[in-house]
């Protein structure tokens, strides 16, 4: 499992033409991607995104006739 710490000190500034990372994932299992996938999502959004949303709002309007 992917420990959900975030290094704030750390900073990399990375060519993203050169970078090639594909091979690391492709090392990785489906479960790894996966985590990593909601390590990235909830770092970006949160923990409680989903119920944060905006609130849908509907409107019923008449149609004019012909």
Same mark, same amino acid.
């Given at each position: 499992m992917i420990e959900e710490?975030?290094?704030?000190n750390v900073? /990399?500034?990375l060519n993203l033409? /050169?970078?090639d990372? !594909? @091979?690391?994932w492709h090392t !990785?299992?489906?479960a790894e991607r996966i985590? @990593?996938?909601e390590f990235m999502r909830k770092a970006m959004f949160g923990h409680d995104r989903v119920? @944060? !949303?905006l609130q849908r709002v509907f /409107?019923?309007? @008449?149609?004019?006739?012909n």
């Open positions: 710490k975030i290094q704030r900073f /990399e500034v033409h /050169e970078a990372d !594909r @091979a690391d !990785r299992s489906f985590e @990593a996938i119920s @944060a !949303r /409107e019923i309007v @008449a149609l004019k006739g």
